[in-house]
């Protein structure tokens, strides 16, 4: 007996995308496609798709959701996580955000707090490291192989560091993440600014800061022969510059994106301000189109968030000073949308290409492939449906606990309608359906 069946489906493969059904038997994929449905026979549930876009679920490599020295009361993991569902995202990767992980004691204990929380499966990252001298094998067999480090502040690791580090990981087999912008760009671009309007935030941050980070970390990576994911890529040139070395880098380098470095350009923050605050800081549009470029060709491998929670009311302070709030975004709920309307639906990007940046690729990165990113026979049985129509954007449509999203009023083209996670559906269009916990710990040691 199926336990679910999702029929009448256009189902998105890594080449195209067909009609079919998709067969569910204990929380697995029990089979996919034209002749699914007739293979499956009786289902406990069906799930008529009605020609809605089914893909496997997704997989966010870069989130910062729980975090109880940062974060006020109502952001944790399971509100995060709810968000995270309800936009189709039914894997997440989470980072450090202020406190450290960065013993194996940590790493456990943050698993098992976020394992009571979890509304979705999701792995750890150890970070933010500035000592190298950290249990490298340890964390890796509490369970995950990826390590945080920065060339910036506020978690600014030396050369050095960073040199040691990678090459302890890369010999370990694990990889490390890098937050690619040079500090002492950034302190005289700084000292140059004198105000405290959103509009100045962006010239604090300039694109030389970043083209130079992302290049001395692929020197590093190679120096140390350790395996590089270079995370949220702001521009155009920047996407080119790991590129440049990736083509012929001894060690294997992922590069990472975000939708907002898709969405917005520096122009957008007259009418934005605060909203739009993030590091890397927005850059001109032409680097936005030259982005999207090189996520359409291949360049860009991933698409994550950095998603990062606030108020709104917290938000709204960056108005009379741009220093005070802190940078980042809300993502997880809308990365999927986004992508789908933006992306596929004005002809920027394929269905397949959007598999890859979302689902496939991200669980390559993450370590969990094919057992997630894909709908094969055998594995999770994650998938989302998306519905085509237009609509408005807006944040009272969210599961997101925040109460603003930056694309507030934009229309869009695709919606995520139905999310199943392990064969159950736990969100119909943004109500979430699961409970906190239902989420497990992937662990990833190598």
Not at 20 to 30: F, L, N, Q, R
Not at 188 to 205: L, N, W
Not at 373 to 383: E, F, I, K, Q, Y
Not at 403 to 421: F, H, K, L, M, N
Request: aromatic letters at 6%; proline letters at 6%.
């Amino acid at each position: 007996m199926t336990d679910l069946l999702v029929e009448r489906a256009r189902v998105v493969t890594p080449t195209g995308v067909e009609r079919g059904a998709i067969a569910i038997s204990d929380g697995s994929i029990d089979a996919v496609g034209p002749d699914a449905a007739a293979a499956a026979g009786s289902a406990d549930t069906v799930v008529d798709a009605d020609g809605m876009v089914a893909l496997p679920g997704a997989l966010d490599v870069h989130t910062h959701m729980h975090d109880d020295d940062l974060f006020p009361d109502g952001i944790d993991f399971a509100s995060q996580t709810a968000s995270a569902v309800a936009g189709g995202v039914t894997t997440v990767v989470e980072l450090p955000t202020q406190t450290p992980v960065t013993t194996p004691a940590a790493l456990r204990e943050k698993a098992e707090e976020c394992a009571d929380l979890a509304h979705v499966d999701f792995g750890l990252v150890a970070g933010n490291v500035q000592d190298p001298d950290l249990d490298v094998d340890g964390l890796m067999e509490a369970g995950t192989p990826d390590f945080k480090t920065f060339t910036a502040d506020p978690y600014l690791a030396s050369d050095e560091a960073i040199a040691r580090l990678m090459r302890r990981v890369g010999e370990a087999g694990g990889t490390v993440r890098v937050h690619c912008e040079t500090q002492g760009l950034l302190d005289d671009a700084r000292s140059t600014i004198d105000g405290d309007d959103p509009e100045v935030y962006m010239d604090s941050r300039p694109l030389e800061a970043e083209l130079d980070g992302i290049s001395r970390a692929g020197y590093f990576a190679e120096y140390a022969d350790c395996p590089l994911h270079v995370v949220h890529i702001s521009s155009g040139s920047g996407a080119r510059e790991g590129a440049r070395f990736a083509s012929r880098a001894t060690v294997p380098v992922t590069l990472e994106t975000c939708p907002q470095y898709l969405a917005f350009s520096k122009a957008d923050v007259a009418e934005k301000g605060p909203f739009l605050k993030v590091n890397p800081s927005l850059k001109s549009a032409e680097e936005v189109d030259r982005l999207w470029d090189a996520v359409r060709d291949g360049t860009i491998d991933v698409v994550g968030t950095d998603h990062f929670p606030t108020y709104r009311e917290n938000r709204e302070r960056g108005w009379d000073d741009i220093w005070e709030p802190y940078a980042g975004l809300p993502g997880v709920e809308t990365m999927v949308e986004f992508l789908a309307s933006e992306g596929v639906g004005e002809g920027r990007l394929s269905w397949p290409r959007l598999h890859e940046l979302v689902c496939a690729g991200p669980a390559r990165s993450a370590g969990v492939y094919p057992r997630k990113g894909s709908l094969r026979v055998g594995t999770d049985a994650d998938v989302m449906l998306l519905r085509v129509g237009e609509y408005e954007v807006t944040a009272d449509d969210l599961e997101f606990c925040g109460g603003w999203t930056p694309y507030e009023g934009e229309r869009w083209s695709a919606r995520v309608d139905t999310v199943i996670a392990g064969g159950e559906v736990v969100a119909e269009d943004h109500e979430v359906r699961s409970e906190p916990g239902r989420g497990t710990f992937l662990d990833r040691p190598l």
